[in-house]
């Protein structure tokens, strides 16, 4: 069975502050999908990013950064220089392929002004 | 484009009547994923349609849940009879196919007294 593994439940940091969630899974499928979605307070699920179990090189978009290590089966997130805008509970998903995704419990993510 | 529209966008029915909710995937998307989200259990996978066929209804919860996509541009999702502990949020998700992202509608806050 899948699991996903969010230990963080909530963080709270500074504005400006960088910050790292925390995702680690558990598969048997030698190919498999990791994925980031963002849930601001209005509650909608906003897909981040998508990584394969073949490509484990880091992504950075913009202030996001992604870090995908197979060894320690862990795929984190880095936001650099938190804005109050960032606040929201972050998912971290694992799919098999065509199937649905298992999702983490989320990190709610609170950015002080 | 449209993204998936999901209405009604917030029901509040009591227990023991029927409630239907519907979807509506992203034009060209083969795939329709169900999902519930409750503060205890988080996000869960419910069912899933590739082509209009249900392919996996095992994260339905019980018999009073039922799912049908008659067309590609069209999904319901029904309890009948509903109960205070089906009240969540539930989420309808499209994607173009194996190992693509989902893309998320804004979901139905399902409330039961």
Request: glycine share 8%; with cysteine.
């Amino acid at each position: 069975a899948q699991k996903v593994t969010q230990a963080q439940t909530e963080i709270s940091v500074v504005e400006k502050e960088d910050v790292t969630l925390d995702c680690v899974y558990e598969t048997r499928d030698t190919t498999y999908y990791l994925f980031w979605y963002k849930q601001p307070p209005s509650g909608e699920l906003v897909f981040l990013i998508r990584r394969n179990s073949f490509d484990e090189q880091n992504e950075i978009s913009g202030r996001y950064s992604w870090n995908f290590q197979k060894s320690t089966s862990s795929f984190n997130f880095t936001i650099t220089a938190s804005q109050v805008v960032d606040s929201a509970v972050y998912f971290c998903a694992l799919g098999g392929g065509a199937d649905g995704l298992t999702f983490g419990k989320g990190t709610h993510l609170i950015i002080q002004p | 484009d449209a993204g998936v529209i999901q209405s009604p966008r917030h029901e509040v029915t009591e227990m023991g009547q029927e409630v239907t909710l519907r979807c509506k995937p992203i034009s060209g998307h083969d795939y329709l994923f169900w999902y519930r989200q409750t503060m205890m259990r988080g996000l869960e996978l419910l069912i899933y349609f590739n082509n209009n066929v249900p392919i996996d209804d095992s994260g339905m919860p019980e018999d009073r849940f039922s799912a049908k996509m008659p067309n590609a541009s069209f999904s319901t999702l029904k309890i009948q009879p509903s109960e205070p502990r089906d009240s969540a949020v539930y989420f309808c998700a499209s994607n173009l196919g194996t190992y693509y992202e989902q893309y998320f509608g804004p979901g139905t806050r399902l409330t039961v007294t």
